[in-house]
């Protein structure tokens, strides 16, 4: 069955760098768009961006650019979300989801990866 | 503060119906198809409703969508203990290029 497996939790120092990993299985990578979604402690749901599986290229949302960088490793169908010089406030958990249907960007999102727990403390 | 309004919370009795709403704009739901997410304790948000109205393979005919204007709303029938869940409604957002959550209802089955 389709299934994202995502990296388990992790605690990091302010200014240290991040890389949250997203293995893919049961379907052609490279099909469907990849995308991550953001939970803070206590919000809601926050769209970061897409990465295209076939092409590499990333899109990136506002207030995600910069640090974030969304990248891929298509001879083992993972897609990887990295952040450096983390703050504080990047404590939240970070979920991969595929893009549905024919795998088109603007897609409902299925499945999700269990999600990240990314924790920066000092 | 999310794009689209959700009540925090809603309730419900077993057997009961519940409706949940969700509120947007033109550029969000006005335009575009309305998708809905369970998240149960614990565990990762799933899709429970698609383009509105649909159902993935799996999900109950207990769970329906719907959508008119610029508000949507899943309503769940036949109310179980199991249904008690985090409901996140999602569309996307023309203006803003991207995709737009709500805050989240949390469904109590009491």
């Known amino acids: 069955q389709v299934q994202l497996v995502q990296s388990g939790s992790e605690l990091k120092k302010p200014g240290a760098s991040v890389k949250v990993s997203c293995k893919a299985s049961?379907?052609?990578?490279?099909?469907?768009?990849m995308n991550w979604v953001r939970q803070a402690p206590g919000q809601g749901l926050e769209w970061m961006g897409w990465?295209?599986?076939?092409?590499?290229?990333?899109t990136y949302v506002q207030g995600f650019t910069g640090r974030f960088v969304f990248s891929l490793d298509t001879s083992v169908s993972t897609a990887y979300l990295q952040i450096s010089s983390l703050k504080a406030e990047d404590t939240a958990v970070y979920y991969c989801?595929?893009?549905?249907?024919?795998?088109?960007?603007?897609?409902?999102?299925?499945?999700w990866g269990q999600g990240t727990l990314v924790t920066v403390s000092s | 503060q999310s794009v689209l309004t959700q009540p925090p919370s809603a309730s419900g009795t077993p057997g009961q119906r519940v409706t949940i709403s969700c509120s947007g704009s033109?550029?969000?739901?006005?335009?575009?198809?309305v998708n809905w997410y369970q998240r149960l304790p614990g565990t990762a948000p799933k899709l429970l409703i698609y383009?509105?109205?649909q159902r993935p393979s799996g999900v109950p005919d207990r769970f329906s969508g719907s959508k008119s204007g610029t508000s949507a709303s899943l309503a769940i029938s036949g109310l179980q203990s199991e249904d008690e869940a985090d409901y996140y409604c999602?569309?996307?957002?023309?203006?803003?290029?991207?995709?737009?959550f709500g805050g989240g209802t949390k469904l109590t089955v009491l």
């Open positions: 989801a595929r893009s549905g249907g024919n795998g088109y960007y603007r897609n409902w999102f299925d499945p």
């Open positions: 049961g379907y052609t990578f490279n099909s469907h768009a």
């Open positions: 990465i295209n599986t076939y092409t590499g290229n990333p």
């Open positions: 033109s550029s969000s739901i006005g335009g575009n198809t």
């Open positions: 383009s509105n109205n």
């Open positions: 999602a569309a996307w957002d023309d203006s803003l290029n991207g995709w737009v």
